[in-house]
Every structure is written in structure tokens, then in C-alpha cells.
T-cell receptor
């Protein structure tokens, strides 16, 4: 199976840094995606990790460790507009298997 | 990137009826998928829509309940048959991104919000 777990909810304050974790158990996958989803909207792409290590893209960074079955999304300099759900997803032969999702609330 | 539209955007249906959701892409894509997102939850893959052949369903989803068509490389439909309130959900189609990148990013349609009474 591919149990993909994330914390259900997180809160943070504007300007802070938050790390959203994603742990999984799977026999193999091509890579790991992170998506952002605002309420009532479709998910939008944030990052894709194939190799172990950190991928940085502006205020967002994503990390993958295949040996540890672990990924995280790091959001820096939080803004109110970052309040959304964040979904990790394993990419396996073109299919995406989504994690449980983390709802992040950013407060002033 | 690909532009994806879905029809209808939302609907309220009676128990026992069926609803067909359309997904149109502005360019030819190889892979199309249908997902379900129940209230407050993450996305669950229903099936892969295969052009010219039967869809490939994930565990827990069957063709009789969710028949899928994909007549060409830009269009697909998902039917939710014999609906019950448990089918109330958002249904999203997605496509694999166009060639050229080092990975196959998936783009999502805006979703169809279905409420079954």
C-alpha cells in the first residue's frame, strides 16, 4: 500500500516559517509532488522532487528523502494568501496518489 | 501549460439519477484522469481515462458506477450513476502536462461540485 500521511491542520503567523511534513510507505515511485489548493479551487502545482535533497523555488522549498520515506514543504515569509491546503502526492507511472492534505491557516 | 474546462461547474441532483461531467482540454494530451474530493478531504483517484479503450479503475471504483468515455485526446466524460448522498463531492479531471519538461506535471480542471439530495 501507499499510506501517505500529513498533519491535518497547522497554524502560523504572517512572516514566519512553517514546515509541512509528508511521510509515506511505498515500494517505489517516480517522484513526489506538492500542490497548493485554496478553498473552492483546483490544486495548483508547487514543486516536484525526484532526487533526494532540497529544491528551492522562491519562498517555497521542498525536500525529499527516499530512504526515510519523508518529504517536507517549507514556506518562508508567510503571507495571508498562503492560507490554503497543501497536498503531497506520490507520482507513480503517471498516476498521482495524494496524501491526506494539510490545512494551513496564517494569522496576522 | 494546459487549459482545462469542466461542465457543469456544480449541480444538485436527486438520489437515483445520473450526472455526466465533461472535461475539455485546449490541447492534445496523452493522459487524462478523474479524481474525487469529498468534503474536507484530499483527492482520490477514480480512474485513468484511456483514449480508444476502457478506462482503468482504481480499487473501490467500478465502471458500472462511474462509466468514463474518452473519444479523443482532448475530451473525456465521467458519469456518476444511480447517485446517492455519499456521492456528494467535487469531481476533478486532470491531464499530464505537455512534453518538454523533465517531469510530467499534472494540471487540474476547476472541478464539478456535486450535491446529491
Amino acid at each position: 500500500g501507499q499510506n501517505i500521511d500529513q498533519p491535518t491542520e497547522m497554524t502560523a503567523t504572517e512572516g514566519a516559517i512553517v514546515q509541512i511534513n509528508c511521510t509515506y510507505q511505498t515500494s517505489g515511485f517516480n517522484g513526489l509532488f506538492w500542490y497548493q489548493q485554496h478553498a473552492g479551487e483546483a490544486p495548483t502545482f508547487l514543486s516536484y522532487n525526484v532526487l533526494d535533497g532540497l529544491e528551492e523555488k522562491g519562498r517555497f522549498s521542498s525536500f525529499l528523502s527516499r530512504s526515510k520515506g519523508y518529504s517536507y514543504l517549507l514556506l518562508k515569509e508567510l503571507q495571508m494568501k498562503d492560507s490554503a491546503s497543501y497536498l503531497c502526492a506520490l507520482h507513480n507511472t503517471d498516476k498521482l496518489i495524494f496524501g491526506t492534505g494539510t490545512r494551513l491557516q496564517v494569522f496576522p | 501549460s494546459a487549459v482545462i474546462s469542466q461542465k457543469p461547474s456544480r449541480d444538485i441532483c436527486q438520489r437515483g439519477t445520473s450526472l455526466t461531467i465533461q472535461c475539455q482540454v485546449d490541447s492534445q494530451v496523452t493522459m487524462m484522469f478523474w479524481y474525487r474530493q469529498q468534503p474536507g478531504q484530499s483527492l482520490t483517484l477514480i480512474a485513468t481515462a484511456n483514449q480508444g479503450s476502457e478506462a482503468t479503475y482504481e480499487s473501490g471504483f467500478v465502471i458500472d458506477k462511474f462509466p468514463i468515455s474518452r473519444p479523443n485526446l482532448t475530451f473525456s466524460t465521467l458519469t456518476v450513476s444511480n447517485m446517492s448522498p455519499e456521492d456528494s463531492s467535487i469531481y476533478l479531471c486532470s491531464v499530464v502536462g505537455l512534453a518538454g519538461g523533465i517531469y510530467n506535471e499534472q494540471f487540474f480542471g476547476p472541478g464539478t461540485r456535486l450535491t446529491v439530495l
